[in-house]
């Protein structure tokens, strides 16, 4: 059975940091690719940022230069790593993991920004 836990998440000041692990299990990790979500209220989920199992990353325009995803294959963990935190970042982070199909998410953690 697959399950992706994540933790990190909370309540912080406008340009706050927070670092965010998913943690996998049930899954050849080193093999998909990883991704974080998020969905803020009456938004739809958009995508964060990815790496995939070679390391390559993609980002939202809105992120780029102030979050960093990476991954420890050895700990079957993704990490996302927000500097700059701005209230618009607040949201619901979702951790995905894709390999053909299906793909599987986390339960979500909460993210938010505000003073």
């Known amino acids: 059975q697959v399950h992706l836990v994540e933790s990190g998440g909370g309540l912080v000041q406008p340009g706050g940091s927070l670092r965010l692990s998913c943690a996998a299990s049930g899954i050849t990790f080193s093999i998909y690719t990883m991704g974080w979500y998020r969905q803020a209220p009456g938004k739809q989920r958009e995508l964060v940022a990815t790496i995939s199992s070679g390391r390559s990353t993609n980002y939202a325009d809105s992120v780029k230069a102030r979050f960093t995803i990476s991954r420890d294959n050895t700990k079957n963990t993704v990490y996302l790593l927000m500097n700059g935190l701005k209230p618009e970042d607040t949201a619901v982070y979702y951790c995905?993991?894709?390999?053909?199909?299906?793909?599987?998410w986390g339960q979500g953690t909460q993210v938010t920004v505000s003073s």
């Open positions: 995905n993991a894709k390999y053909l199909s299906p793909e599987y």
